[in-house]
């Protein structure tokens, strides 16, 4: 056996051992903020005014590095928003695979997002949509992140996990949805001088949920709200935004 080995292994057992005690400080990643992640936000400041109480902060981590964050809302199994930053695609839509997150099913499990293999654990089908959810419904899988914001290969596939998803109908999300993701990506790049934050979110019916195999709430509307901090300066009159100066607004 190998020292590395040795050391996970005895690593392991020691964490089992210590489990029942110290349960509370070996647990993953997963906190009650998004303090890992909050340069996704502008001015690092998440919405305010939101019932923090069945929502968890997600900062959805993949290959080792924080891509984006999301707000979850466990009993609905759909986010309420993500946060992002845009950019440029350099590349195309990534091929699947779904994703999903082991944190959210096991308070010790990597806060890395994984792959979803058949059979799925029970306890992550309990614990947030899993890719079946949408089969045999008239709804597609809707990014609130889009793949197609985002530059770099591994940021666009992290965007396929099911913690940015909702339920959307296949002609909102081929239709006007892509048209105002493309207009949003078009705004950035004619008009944008470095970052735009990014918050896209979905509204729960306000008559009460409308569920999908009894499980995942259908929203009923989905928002999009972006910030571009610093506009490129010298634009000439026919493209320069219409409100320029109006800011982006934020806890100063
Ligand atoms: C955010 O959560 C971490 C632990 O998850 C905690 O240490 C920190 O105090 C929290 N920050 C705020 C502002 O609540
Ligand atoms: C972008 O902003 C920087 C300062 O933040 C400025 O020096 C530069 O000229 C700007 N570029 C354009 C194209 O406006």
């Avoid at 981590?61 to 964050?69: D, S, T």
């Avoid at 195309?92 to 096991?106: D, I």
């Avoid at 799925?120 to 949509?129: C, P």
């Amino acid at each position: 056996m190998s020292l590395k080995k040795m050391l996970q292994f005895s690593t392991g057992a020691l964490l089992l051992l210590l489990l029942p005690w110290f349960g509370g400080l070996v647990t993953g990643e997963i906190g009650d903020n998004f303090s890992k992640c909050h340069h996704f936000f502008y001015e690092q400041t998440p919405p305010e005014g939101i019932d923090s109480a069945g929502y968890q902060p997600i900062c959805q981590r993949y290959e080792n590095k924080y891509r984006f964050a999301s707000l979850y809302d466990r009993q609905h199994r759909v986010p309420l928003y993500s946060a992002y930053i845009l950019s440029s695609p350099d590349g195309n839509r990534p091929k699947e695979p779904w994703m999903y997150e082991p944190q959210l099913a096991f308070s010790c499990a990597s806060s890395e997002m994984k792959p979803c293999h058949t059979p799925i654990d029970n306890n992550v089908i309990e614990s947030q949509a899993v890719p079946q959810d949408c089969k045999d419904s008239t709804y597609t899988k809707g990014h609130l992140n889009p793949s197609m914001h985002q530059w770099t290969n591994e940021d666009r596939e992290a965007t396929f996990t099911l913690t940015n998803i909702v339920p959307q109908k296949a002609g909102s999300n081929t239709g006007p949805w892509n048209i105002l993701e493309n207009e949003m990506l078009r705004k950035f790049k004619t008009y944008c001088n470095g970052s735009m934050y990014v918050i896209t979110g979905a509204m729960p019916y306000s008559s009460g949920p409308r569920w999908i195999k009894n499980r995942v709430s259908v929203p009923e509307y989905m928002w999009s709200a972006y910030c571009c901090p610093s506009y490129i300066t010298n634009l000439p009159e026919s493209v320069r935004p219409f409100f320029p100066h109006i800011r982006c607004s934020g806890k100063k």
